[in-house]
């Protein structure tokens, strides 16, 4: 069964691609001006790229050596770059064996070859250690040199040079600073090239995380390569930008996704140690930055350490999680409420519940944005309960069915997106208010929010309210809509996988068994309830079958109400 078949299996709605056109103009209407004017001038600027005189106006001297040598603090992983040894690639959730061209396989989609040219792998031949990894390196290295020293649009795309820049010179001791003079001129000749060609390539109309990558790249660039001070003034004005433009005042990113806050937080801790390394005085904004960002990383932990599955975001490591946290040198409390960015983190006992309260992100940071407003995950101690169905590079197969609201723990209406999901990926629809009020009182937490998303096709508004006790052991919820008669409605509950829920006679309770064996009973009234399946694709390289808890019914003269309820079972439990 493929992907998409088995998402149209699975209950996931597909959206036709018949108003591509249409969609791009929406889209282009409410893009930033500048973002507009910056991807205009990289299309014109593309055809002076590809011609074959322009690799000689980036020539020049080619330093003898670094001036600084940053260091690369993460680790790699040593299975990984014991495959890379074998010639076996496994990048963006995808594993190639012996690609007849490396540099340009087959049957590879531009995420695989993005992370391929970036040379992000080299810290997992360096786990690996020894002479034999350093020397597939430089044979990697040189490979590309000889294929890929010019002008590519993917290979030197603004975004993957920036990588492969920040790469190449945080790996430098590890697989070039030892290596034989003939190779060392040719890599330090290529760095200056790239680094200037970046330099004439940005803005590009590069948003979010990949603009700031841009600044990474100018910024290494910069403090490793002698005379690189005009990189390093581009590439701290890109950061003095797009810090104050991306960072909200609570510390999220702009785009609301829990991986992007990871990746970004981690790249804004790379550029203030190549700074340093440099000698070069941290800029007041990035070291704030750094430090708003970390608690906010926090609130998207479930128990287990891991993240929450909103906006694209996968499990990610935990380990890897504490790392970028320490390096950050956070506090270790993490945020409970997050109004700017639109997350609410409610704690009781060992009970985590992670809601999104807030508006998707906006035109231009919306590519990854998922359909999931007011969706909500849950875990007990470090097992997940109710989740969404969540995203890694691998699930692209899945076409847009993981970002329906579908695929979340939330309410849809006439299995309709809450937010419209362009062909190209951008949101052409989405809520323009969401609202979400907070009251605490001895350890009880409530929640009462609400979204438009629904009013311009149907004319409802979805409300929904989440109780939390002090104990952690007692979650009510309550679904509304408010509207017209005769729509029918959809309440899903995304199980994890290690989650088997057994129905009871009734129709109206499911008992929830963790992978642990604590049991939790949900019960609801006011609509059908269901088991399904569902898919759950948290886990990078992994799509597993799960179950969901599916509430349907159909609207009546002034809307519908469902009210639902998830207790923890005594040791005992009641008789069924």
Known sequence: M?????????????????????????????????????????????????????????????????????????????????????????????????????????????????????????????????????????????????????????????????????????????????????????????????????DRALPAGLAGAEALTAAKGMIYAGVSLPGGATWLRRGLSILRHNLAHQILADGGHVARSPAVQLTVLRDLIDMRAALHAGGVETPPGLQAAIEQMAPMLRLFRHGDGALALFNGAGEAEGWQIDLVLQRAGSRPRALSLAPQSGFQRLLGGRTVVLADAGRPPPPGLDAEAHAGTLSFEMSVGRERLIVNCGAHPAARGWGRAYRATAAHSTLAVAETNSSRISADGALTRRPETVTCRREEAEGHHWLEMSHDGYAAVFGMVHHRRLYLAASGEDLRGEDRLDGPAGKDFTVRFHLHPDVRAIPARDGHTVLLRLGRGGGWRFRAQGATMALEPSIYLGRAGEARRTQQVVLTGRTKSGGATVKWALRKESKSGPKR
């Open 2 to 198: 493929s992907a998409s078949d088995a998402a149209e299996g699975l209950g996931f709605t597909r959206t036709p691609f018949d108003r591509r056109t249409l969609d791009r103009l929406r889209l282009l209407a409410r893009l930033p001006r500048d973002l507009v004017f910056g991807r205009l001038g990289y299309a014109l600027k593309r055809p002076l790229f590809a011609l074959p005189v322009y690799r000689y106006s980036l020539a020049g001297r080619a330093p003898t050596a670094l001036a600084v040598s940053p260091a690369d603090p993460w680790p790699g992983h040593a299975g990984t770059g014991g495959l890379i040894l074998e010639d076996t690639f496994t990048l963006a959730g995808r594993t190639v064996q012996a690609p007849p061209r490396l540099w340009s396989p087959t049957g590879v989609d531009r995420d695989w070859l993005a992370a391929l040219h970036s040379f992000d792998w080299l810290r997992d031949l360096r786990a690996v250690g020894g002479d034999t990894a350093r020397r597939r390196a430089r044979e990697l290295a040189a490979d590309w040199l000889t294929y890929h020293d010019r002008w590519d649009p993917l290979a030197w795309a603004p975004s993957v040079t920036a990588r492969r820049l920040a790469s190449w010179l945080g790996q430098y001791e590890f697989f070039a600073a030892s290596a034989e003079i003939e190779f060392r001129h040719r890599l330090l000749g290529s760095l200056v090239r790239q680094a200037r060609h970046l």
